[in-house]
């Protein structure tokens, strides 16, 4: 079935790095979502990709989608503690279906 | 507007128990998910409903698991015997419209131990 990977799994910054995900379908994918859960949390909705190559910027965060539609990253620049959190990508699976890549847990260190 | 809402937030009980989890979609959401969270699996989608029939329940693990949607406004997930392997974070999502077209979301979670 329909998979979407991610790496890292962790990442350890100091604060004020940046900091790159990366999500990976082996198939075409319509469209990807976003979402970070806090430690402790429940994932919360950042942001959706439609568009093939398409930019999205949400101050500090920075979301593309490839020009083949089949992998995603995000990018955080100058990392704060606020950031702390496991970022997770969602494709469409079957029947649309939402697949969750494994998330990249983000680990801010002050 | 209220989010989704989950109960109990936690619960605690001994292998071979009933378990039930409750939960309350946002007001207008027509499509609503169960989805079970551990370090080993990751997030793992169980059952998803549009309006209150489900659709796709390839997900549960077994047939110790069962969910209902007897309405618009309330779902359960039932467990029956519960296991220890059972042990996890229970999440219900709601959105409006099927994934993809809006965004999911996220009740607070039904933390499970099953001893």
């Known amino acids: 079935g329909q998979q979407v990977m991610q790496i890292p799994q962790y990442q350890h910054v100091q604060e004020g790095e940046d900091f790159t995900t990366y999500c990976n379908s082996s198939?075409?994918?319509?469209?990807i979502q976003w979402y970070k859960q806090r430690p402790g949390g429940h994932p919360v909705f950042l942001i959706q990709?439609?568009?093939?190559?398409e930019v999205k910027k949400q101050k500090r965060l920075t979301f593309q989608f490839g020009e083949a539609k089949k992998n995603s990253s995000l990018h955080i620049t100058a990392t704060q503690t606020t950031d702390v959190g496991t970022y997770f990508c969602?494709?469409?699976?079957?029947?649309?279906?939402?697949?969750f890549g494994r998330g990249t847990s983000l680990i801010v260190h002050p | 507007d209220a989010g989704v809402i989950q109960s109990p937030r936690h619960e605690v009980t001994e292998m071979g128990q009933e378990v039930t989890l409750r939960c309350k979609p946002i007001?207008?959401?027509?499509?609503l998910f169960w989805y079970r969270q551990t370090m080993m699996r990751g997030l793992e989608l169980l059952i998803y409903?549009?309006?209150?029939?489900?659709?796709?329940d390839s997900g549960m693990p077994e047939d110790r698991f069962s969910a209902k949607m007897p309405n618009a406004s309330f779902s359960t997930l039932k467990i029956q015997p519960s296991e220890p392997r059972d042990s996890a974070v229970y999440f219900c999502?709601?959105?409006?419209?099927?994934?993809?077209?809006?965004?999911?979301?996220f009740g607070d979670g039904t933390r499970l131990s099953i001893l």
């Open positions: 999502a709601s959105s409006l419209g099927g994934f993809g077209n809006q965004p999911q979301h």
């Open positions: 198939t075409t994918l319509s469209n």
């Open positions: 990709l439609v568009k093939s190559g």
């Open positions: 969602a494709g469409p699976g079957g029947s649309y279906i939402p697949t």
């Open positions: 007001s207008g959401h027509d499509y």
């Open positions: 409903f549009n309006n209150n029939v489900p659709i796709d």
